[in-house]
């Protein structure tokens, strides 16, 4: 259960913190069809969240439910990868935060379509078409972005150096990784690695630009070592369940 | 004029204007006029409730709100089209908001201060703008009638949400349905606004309603809200603001139908003459997007040219 | 009882709201001179918050201590005028609304030393002392700014601009006011108000700034309608009373 | 040389020496660095801290809390004074820490988490800090001398004050109580990495001494610092993060001592090299500061040029 429990919960925690940062722009974005495309990508977190999350408190038997892991929980027991919890930034951050997750987590799911675990396949199944409409979008936007004007090709390269550090998190196995692809639960992360990197590099030379060679990895997340900008987001995120404890909204 | 005259019959046949037709000039601009500003209500309306979906108290009410706004962009940008059939284009409407030129509804200017104004913006202001708009389905314009159909079933299905949140905060703990009730005492005097001032006072009605773009007098539309919202929060066990409501036997031609109190219009005037609580800082928020995203929409024009020249190049 | 309390809720909530946002600046100004004095005022207006919201509690009998007061409230029983709660903005902006609160308080302060409530006078001469060094700085440092460079002469008078509507809420009496007038429990506003604009203009001309003349007030805190960004504010402010209920820090 | 013989004289004479004596260049060189160091560690020392100011628990913990993080810019305040009795500015100071040039405590690249941090920094970096400043008052240097002695004063009460958060979190419910302890957890071994590395190993250790810059060993300072706080830790009872902890008779010249593991120094170069959790953060927070600011510091400069103007004029 155990393996189970750990990848269901990194997998939610990912895509409900991505949400969230997602849909702080609505409203704000800077297109009337990037703000919906936009709320389409957090919309289809939110849910792929509730499945993951909703799975986890299943295995942990403790009667939590999706709910309870997202708006009663503290920050040192979220299990995201830091890429996912970086401030907004501009929206070229966003859309190069966002593309460097969709392309892992594209083939992160590819792998999980191959666990042993039934529901983990079937939640699986259904994310992954709606990522890989996230993953054709911000491959598409990344590329124009980059090899646009020489302002929009800064931004997106400065995006990528800030951000690419943060994307090894998700390359790093843990032993709870490591645990999870010894059951049979999910991929080994090395080989999801290998193809998001073969994937990105195409885009990138596409796009015109260029991924940092010697970055050291930016993680904790994982491990529940966070950022200090996350405990403000789960401040936001959670302050009504927080303040009116149990009952229904 | 028989180009006038023939169009005049046409409407009184409830045939509809289409955008090659010829309209006279007055049609076209209090169609742009109308149509741009409901466009912009929707865009500038997604920032009072946008407010709250990073605190929305659970992840179905979250996807719920999060759709809603975008349901909103979505409608602002099929108004947006309706109005581009009329000869103007998207940027130069966006300017005209942007430089405060175009007026976007009032009741966007109030803040959105507890999570039951979601509720009640659901509840009453979607609930007036669908009592505005259903008569626009039957617009004698066709892109803007077509467009208001699609419109009016999204926003009906709001208007349940809306209500939805209502009903659960006020079976709820006692703070929960305080808010709910302090919710209907700051939204339901705005949204009474929402049908604008009385008809005699009213400078393009007459000619509108001729023109069937406006089918129903602001008056007769604020009667039926009242008359439809009054029974539905006594439902929910809230009290309206308004002491002079009371039933009346003689309304509505003896089928009867709600008293109540007079609008503040000068509170109204206030607020749409730039001093409501969060004027400035609605229209800060979409110059703010709006120039913040100028690089973008700058990278995706030169990229699109570079494709288009590298294939005239191949 | 009613006007004592209705009075001390008010400057209460005006001091911690005020010293809240100053308090954020800390590690982030423009000098190390005004990280300290800023951190003095903010230090200042904390401790004249539990003061009156101390004795707020006190009057209201119900057994909620200042901590509660602070802590456990929500937005629409704050009392704050809403100028104490604009963002920090630039240090400018920062710097004219503590000018524009501080050349009010003064002067307030004065009148409450005559209150027909001991304790409120009491709490006025300690406060008094202080304020009077925060006014001297603030509008030290609003004259030095506004006749300045062009750049902080731009600043300052778009600071004005934008906060001199909000500044007026402070004059403007609602009914909790002329009861507290009436009860002898605090000055008549207008007096307190006709005090401060002389004041002001006194110092906006040493600065070469202009105050709008045609602005509509901003007001709403007093009755409870505040900002949206009141909320965000409050939901970091309160974040672990409300996560851990009835503890001890 | 017999200046230098002299210079040294009088060191060893334990006589001060003050701004105006002569004194060899690598003295100067290495104070200036090592002052300078320690401003630049309170002025970045204020970042982590200042992060829960906002969210402190109570009315006093907020007080105590922003007066401490207020004397540690004060602290930065008179040590940049000190350095100046040198002969650089301290603008050129700042530059140096903003370009990434000169070093900062690696401890502030950690990140404040919970509440919980609060209490562990003000117990365990604070108590480390004063075991490596406390024989910083006895400073050859005259001016570090004495802004040490006042440093030192604050910094233990600084201590008293955190280890009174971790007392009450570790009486207080299960939830205080694992705060706590992770705070330990993450606090415990980045402290012990504040006295450096092993002297063997520390570059400029030896010379430092003979000056009378430096008169421990980091790793007497390091043996000092856990046999304090190990019985701390006990007191309040956590437990410390480290399964080498043994009492150990024969340690400190009989007087007895812990056992502690080696500390992972691998960590400490690689935050040192900028790959902390938090470095880019930290000196990005400290650019932008002094950046946004300019207008600000320009602002009152241009006044006083005024002002001078205008007293000549007169």
């Not at chain 1, 259904?126 to 931004?155: C, M, N, P």
């Not at chain 2, 309306?45 to 709250?52: C, D, F, T, V």
Request: charge should be negative.
């Amino acid at each position: 259960v155990k393996p189970a429990f750990d990848l269901a919960l990194r997998m939610g925690d990912n895509a409900l913190i991505l949400a969230q940062r997602n849909a702080a722009w609505c409203g704000h974005a800077p297109a009337l069809e990037e703000d919906i495309a936009l709320a389409n990508v957090a919309l289809d977190l939110i849910g792929q969240a509730k499945l993951w999350l909703g799975y986890a408190g299943e295995l942990e038997g403790e009667g939590r439910s999706a709910d309870d892991l997202a708006f009663l929980r503290d920050g040192r027991e979220f299990r995201n990868v830091l890429l996912v919890e970086t401030p907004n930034g501009d929206f070229g951050q966003t859309t190069m935060r966002q593309w460097l997750y969709d392309s892992w987590h594209h083939f992160m799911l590819e792998g999980l379509k191959a666990s042993s675990d039934e529901r983990i396949v079937e939640i699986a199944e259904k994310s992954a078409k709606e990522v890989a409409y996230h993953l054709e979008r911000s491959t598409d936007l990344v590329i124009r972005l980059g090899d646009g004007t020489d302002e929009s090709h800064k931004r997106m390269q400065d995006a990528l150096d800030y951000l690419w550090p943060f994307a090894r998190e998700l390359d790093v196995a843990d032993d709870a990784d490591r645990a999870i692809a010894a059951a049979g639960i999910g991929p080994d992360l090395a080989s999801v690695a290998e193809k998001a990197l073969a994937y990105r590099s195409e885009a990138l030379s596409q796009a015109t630009l260029t991924a940092p060679t010697d970055a050291v990895p930016r993680k904790g997340g994982k491990a529940g070592v966070h950022s200090e900008a996350f405990g403000f987001m789960l401040a936001e995120m959670q302050v009504l369940q927080r303040t009116h404890p149990g009952v229904k909204w | 004029d028989p180009q006038e005259r023939a169009f005049q019959e046409r409407i009184d046949a409830n045939i509809k204007i289409e955008p090659k037709e010829w309209m006279p000039e007055g049609y076209r601009k209090t169609l742009i006029r109308q149509i741009s500003q409901h466009a912009h209500s929707e865009i500038v309306g997604q920032l009072p409730e946008g407010n709250w979906i990073t605190r929305a108290p659970t992840l179905d009410r979250k996807a719920i709100l999060l759709a809603k706004v975008q349901d909103e962009a979505g409608h602002g940008l099929y108004l947006y089209c309706a109005a581009e059939t009329l000869g103007v284009t998207r940027d130069q409407l966006t300017e005209q908001l942007l430089s405060g030129k175009a007026k976007y509804s009032s009741i966007f200017n109030y803040p959105t201060l507890t999570w039951a104004d979601i509720g009640a913006i659901g509840w009453l202001v979607d609930g007036a703008a669908i009592m505005n708009q259903v008569p626009l389905q039957r617009c004698s314009y066709g892109p803007y009638s077509r467009a208001m159909i699609r419109v009016c079933k999204e926003e009906s299905f709001h208007q349940r949400q809306g209500y939805d949140i209502m009903m659960v905060l006020s079976k709820g703990s006692e703070e929960q349905r305080a808010m709910a009730q302090d919710a209907l005492n700051r939204w339901w005097w705005p949204s009474l606004m929402m049908f604008g001032p009385s008809d005699a006072e009213s400078v393009h009605s007459a000619q509108s309603m001729a023109w069937g773009i406006k089918q129903d007098s602001n008056d007769d539309l604020r009667q039926k809200f009242v008359d439809q919202t009054v029974p539905q929060a006594e439902y929910l066990g809230l009290k309206v603001p308004d002491d002079d409501i009371v039933w009346n036997e003689a309304k509505n031609d003896g089928k009867g139908g709600y008293d109540f109190g007079e609008v503040n219009w000068d509170e109204f005037f206030d607020v749409l003459a730039g001093n409501g609580p969060c004027n400035a800082e609605r229209l800060g928020a979409r110059v703010k997007a709006w120039e913040d995203g100028a690089w973008f929409r700058d990278g995706l024009m030169a990229h699109a040219d570079k494709q288009a020249a590298r294939k005239i190049a191949a």
